[in-house]
């Protein structure tokens, strides 16, 4: 056990440094992202920040397992379960097999949600790039 008595204590105290480090890295990268504005790339002290801008698509399961239940075929296929959920694996392999009615596509289509992810990501600078 001397070795945990060891490694408790230090994973402790690494741990609390971690945490108040990601709470600082955290409210920079916030700082730096809006700063940026507009921008896409910025360069200072030897570092070179970019920030990216992509979107990620969800579906509001709630809302489309409502709409899908109205339709019957969707208990027979297996996505819509006793519990009345959308099993998603399911709903993927109808629509790669274009099994989906075309009412099922427009409910999907209204579904979908789409959110705004920015990214940043910060390097070393070459030496050339200064």
Avoid: W
């Amino acid at each position: 056990m001397n070795k945990l008595d060891e490694l408790v204590p230090s994973y402790a105290h690494n741990k609390e440094n971690l945490d108040a480090l990601e709470t600082i890295c955290k409210e920079e990268n916030k700082q730096i992202k809006e700063l940026l504005g507009n921008e896409s790339t910025y360069t200072t002290g030897g570092f070179k920040v970019t920030k990216s801008v992509s979107t990620r698509e969800t579906v509001d399961e709630e809302l489309l397992c409502a709409k899908l239940s109205e339709i019957e075929s969707m208990y027979d296929l297996g996505i819509i379960r006793v519990k009345e959920y959308v099993h998603i694996p399911a709903l993927e392999d109808a629509i790669y097999n274009k099994l989906l009615p075309q009412e099922a596509i427009d409910i999907i289509a209204k579904c979908r949600k789409t959110k705004e992810v920015v990214t940043l990501r910060v390097s070393k600078v070459k030496e050339e790039e200064e």
